[in-house]
């Protein structure tokens, strides 16, 4: 399947330097519709530039980012928002205070009425019917973000993204800080963005999780992009070699 | 508001609480000394008006995670603005110069702590000094009388429907202020910038633009309180203002607005001046001297504020 549909993400020869400090070297991957693709190496390999690069924050030095065919240069995070891309990241961006209705529309609320009103009804029914699909187990929509168990505050950071990424969602150590059944539950909703014909990018530390939930597993070593591979035909060894660079690709 | 909170939180109904038993009290300590007439009730709300106005602004600049310290001399130098500006031209040029100015401050404010990002605590400290100083040479401290009764009537001492205009100034700005604050997405941004910056950059919002909007909306609001003392007083001096800062701090916070951004109420606020007001009326028709006043006023602050802050979850 993966092989027949056009890419949503295209990166072509991603080069990106900060003064001369060389981030990323040559970066080159195709994300498709329905498709997980988990990055992985150590600290310091360049996930973190390449995430930001994809979802607007930094713009490469040099090389081509295309979205569905059509090449892309964001001015911000705003503009990579717009283009359909969404990122969770890693301390999920909730404000803690706030209802999870308002954080499921920070920055993008609905209103009503010739006077520009919050339309809060519309909000929470939204927001409702989401968590209830996606099976995120909150509370109500009303509940304070605070109030919240770190899974549940993860759910609501990833349904927030589903809820208004038309293509793509990069995820940045999605269960980092979470225990172990809260994580069981995160990774069957990551699973879930799959048939919803989402691409989703995936940088996480933990090998295991990227085996469970990724189709392919592309190696950043030092800026180098070392290798993609599918994920059903290797194995943690070979990942491993790849990241600690003891066998080259 | 529709939504009740997810959990009841004692410490969110506070200042009606504390509202209530102030009352109580004085109403029956203070029965003998007409606390209870009609006219030493509307004198309170009159009496809290310009503090209740500066409330306002006090909250939106809390709730955005900023502070503002330099409200008390704005109104000092908006009201003697307005005074010295009606001097010479009519009542709208007044008004003009009043409100013009107390916005001027605030961006000033709001310049160098969106863009500049210099603590808003230090910058609002220094503007405090500095404008009380500007308020001083201005009229070499003297007084300026306001005369003009279209003035005084709209700002002080007039009544429309029978109801004195200090109370529709205060009911008017309430009740747009909520609606601004809690049913606008400008509202909400302010909420998302004190609770969460970054939350709210990667959200899209101009944060940097929040932080300058609100405390330019303070210094407004500190204008018009300037307005109202000019009103009321049918004079401005220097020293306007001058005496709010701690009751104005301490309304807000006992009326549920968050130090440190993110939470707050405009409702909450008024009760917790009005609270503040009843407070002063009471302690001087017990007779008390102006230093036992101080002592006894800032005590029961102090625990006003003690138990609207403590976490009771920590």
């Known amino acids: 399947m993966t092989e027949i549909s056009e890419p949503v993400l295209s990166l072509q020869d991603i080069h990106k330097a900060f003064g001369g400090v060389v981030a990323i070297e040559t970066f080159s991957l195709d994300l498709h519709p329905g498709e997980i693709v988990a990055l992985v190496g150590d600290n310091g390999a360049g996930k973190s530039t390449l995430i930001k690069m994809i979802s607007g924050v930094h713009a490469p030095t040099s090389g081509d980012i295309q979205l569905e065919g059509n090449p892309v240069t964001f001015a911000d995070a705003s503009g990579a928002r717009a283009a359909g891309v969404e990122v969770v990241y890693q301390d999920l961006a909730l404000a803690d205070q706030q209802p999870v209705y308002m954080n499921m529309f920070l920055g993008r609320e609905l209103t009503k009425g010739p006077l520009g009103l919050l339309d809060k009804k519309s909000m929470i029914a939204e927001t409702r019917s989401l968590v209830e699909d996606l099976d995120v187990r909150i509370p109500s929509a009303q509940a304070i973000i605070r109030d919240l168990s770190g899974g549940q505050r993860q759910g609501i950071a990833i349904a927030r993204a589903t809820h208004w990424a038309s293509k793509l969602i990069l995820l940045d150590e999605p269960t980092a800080a979470l225990g172990v059944a809260e994580t069981a539950k995160v990774e069957e909703l990551i699973k879930t963005l799959r048939a919803r014909n989402l691409a989703v990018l995936i940088v996480s530390h933990s090998l295991d999780q990227v085996f469970r939930l990724s189709d392919r597993i592309c190696v950043l070593r030092r800026g180098q992009q070392i290798g993609v591979r599918r994920t059903s035909e290797t194995d943690k060894n070979e990942i491993i070699a790849m990241i600690t660079g003891l066998q080259s690709s | ?245 701690m009751t104005v701090i301490a309304a807000v916070i006992v009326g549920g607005t968050a130090l440190n951004g993110g939470k707050g109420s405009v409702i909450g606020a008024l009760v917790g001046s009005l609270m503040m007001g009843m407070l002063n009326n009471g302690l001087i028709l017990m007779g008390l001297s102006v230093s036992d006043q101080m002592i006894v006023r800032g005590l029961i602050i102090l625990v006003a504020v003690a138990v609207s802050l403590r976490d009771v979850t920590r």
Not at chain 2, 8 to 33: E, K, M, P, S, W
Not at chain 2, 78 to 100: D, E, H, I, K, N
């Open chain 2, 1 to 245: 508001m529709t939504l009740l909170p997810s959990t009841f939180d004692i410490r969110n109904y506070i200042v009606y609480l504390g509202f209530v038993a102030i009352f109580l009290f004085f109403a029956i300590t203070l029965f003998d000394y007409g606390f209870l007439s009609t006219r030493n009730l509307t004198n309170i709300v009159l009496q809290t008006a310009p503090a209740t106005i500066m409330a306002i602004g006090l909250v939106y600049v809390l709730s955005a995670g900023e502070i503002d310290l330099s409200f008390g001399s704005i109104t000092a130098v908006s009201a003697l603005a307005a005074a010295v500006t009606m001097q010479s031209y009519p009542m709208p040029f007044g008004v003009a110069a009043g409100l013009g100015v107390g916005l001027a401050i605030g961006a000033f404010n709001g310049l160098l702590v969106a863009w500049l990002r210099l603590p808003s605590f230090l910058v609002t400290l220094a503007t405090l000094g500095l404008f009380a100083g500007v308020a001083r040479t201005m009229t070499d401290l003297r007084s300026i009388p306001v005369v003009d009764p279209a003035f005084t009537g709209f700002f002080g001492s007039g009544q429309l429907f029978g109801v004195p205009s200090l109370v529709w100034w205060t009911f008017f700005s309430i009740a747009i202020a909520h609606v601004i604050y809690r049913q606008t997405r400008f509202g909400a941004h302010i909420l998302a910038t004190g609770d969460n910056p970054r939350a709210a950059q990667v959200s899209g919002i101009k944060v940097p633009r929040i932080r300058f909007l609100v405390l330019t909306f303070c210094g407004g609001c500190a204008g018009l309180a300037g307005l109202l003392y000019a009103g009321r007083l049918q004079a401005a001096k220097y020293t306007l203002g001058e005496s709010d800062l």
